[in-house]
């Protein structure tokens, strides 16, 4: 079992739909949690980070954290085309190691 | 503000050569990442300075890789006789104090035939 699993997709939605996306992991250490936005043929861009359980907003994007289930999600508003691009999210633990450790990413396609 | 560069974009190399690679990270950004990422996957970690000191290496970068950050600024990603299992995405990232607030270059994309 891969240390943190998402569903690679893709996911095709309207435009101004609303866009969940989640991903599951198994290791109880992992503090912060982020998500990151990759264009195809670029590098990933931060979107936004969590600590530990409870909601983030910032403008149409909200992130959840339940640590209980080791399930964190993160969801699109009023979802747009430019919105087209992988998701991906990453973990890290705290005060250990200072690797991000991925999920595989998933492929969303908003169509206008 | 200029955000993390990476040379070159693209490399295209035969079997068994070596190649370089260098990253530019954030100024003032005190701690460096290598990650690769191949298609279809997220990124995996290879190693991460902090100034000049390489503080953690994953199991991935094999005794054919060789990362180094010098004077604490750029760094490089060489990779000696190249195999075709090497073909993937080279990204680096750079942070400051926080490595939950990494920020990656565009990548370098190597494809070995």
């Known amino acids: 079992q891969k240390e943190v699993e998402q569903d690679p997709g893709p996911l095709s939605v309207p435009e101004g739909a609303i866009v969940s996306l989640n991903c599951t992991y198994s290791?109880?250490?992992?503090?912060?949690f982020m998500w990151y936005r990759q264009y195809s043929r670029k590098g990933p861009e931060l979107l936004m980070y969590t600590y530990s359980s409870g909601n983030k907003e910032d403008g149409r994007f909200t992130a959840q954290v339940d640590k209980s289930s080791k399930y964190i999600s993160l969801f699109i508003r009023d979802s747009q085309p430019s919105d087209s691009a992988t998701y991906l999210c990453?973990?890290?633990?705290?005060?250990?190691?200072?690797?991000?450790?991925f999920g595989k990413g998933t492929k969303l396609t908003v169509n206008p | 503000d200029t955000g993390v560069s990476q040379d070159p974009r693209h490399k295209i190399t035969k079997r068994g050569q070596n190649v370089t690679f260098r990253c530019d990270p954030i100024?003032?950004?005190?701690?460096l990442y290598w990650y690769r990422q191949t298609l279809g996957q997220g990124p995996e970690f290879l190693t991460y300075f902090q100034n000049e000191a390489q503080l953690e290496k994953s199991r991935l970068l094999s005794d054919r890789f060789s990362a180094e950050r010098p004077k604490g600024s750029f760094s490089t990603l060489e990779i000696q006789r190249t195999e075709q299992g090497d073909s993937a995405m080279y990204l680096c990232?750079?942070?400051?104090?926080?490595?939950?607030?990494?920020?990656f270059g565009p990548g370098t994309r190597l494809t070995v035939t």
């Open positions: 990232a750079s942070s400051t104090g926080s490595a939950n607030e990494q920020y």
């Open positions: 990453a973990m890290i633990t705290q005060g250990g190691s200072e690797k991000l450790v």
């Open positions: 100024s003032e950004h005190n701690r």
């Open positions: 290791n109880s250490a992992f503090q912060y």
